[in-house]
């Protein structure tokens, strides 16, 4: 079975940078789109930023927009999210999602796969 593998959380100050990785354990791994998704404690697990993999597109959320940026990596697979100027609110644990299964990508429902999730705390 593939497994997303998540790096990179941790904890920093507000204004810090950090930089979360996303693998598939499978390079063969067909992917449609894969997103990040991140739930604070007692709250939904909401949309971060996601990539349709076919086209390179990239959504965000509007808390992190002109913050966060996805890169990926199409030899590796790998998704990253680059999140800078970091605040107390953005800490979350936060998941890699993939098998797409549409129509939204910024609904949590849309994906099949999920990682075990990064914690980020964000002091202020």
């Known amino acids: 079975q593939v497994e997303l593998v998540e790096s990179g959380g941790g904890l920093v100050q507000a204004g810090d940078s950090l930089r979360l990785s996303c693998a598939a354990s499978d390079r063969m791994f067909v992917i449609g789109s894969m997103a990040w998704f991140r739930q604070a404690p007692g709250k939904e697990r909401t949309f971060v930023a996601g990539?349709?993999?076919?086209?390179?597109?990239?959504h965000y959320a509007d808390s992190v927009k002109g913050r966060f940026i996805l890169f990926r990596n199409i030899t590796e697979r790998t998704v990253d999210l680059q999140m800078n100027s970091l605040k107390p609110e953005d800490t979350a644990v936060y998941y890699c999602s993939s098998d797409y299964r549409g129509p939204d990508i910024r609904s949590s429902g849309a994906y099949g796969r999920w990682g075990q999730g990064t914690q980020v705390t964000v002091s202020s």
């Open positions: 990539i349709s993999w076919n086209s390179g597109s990239v």
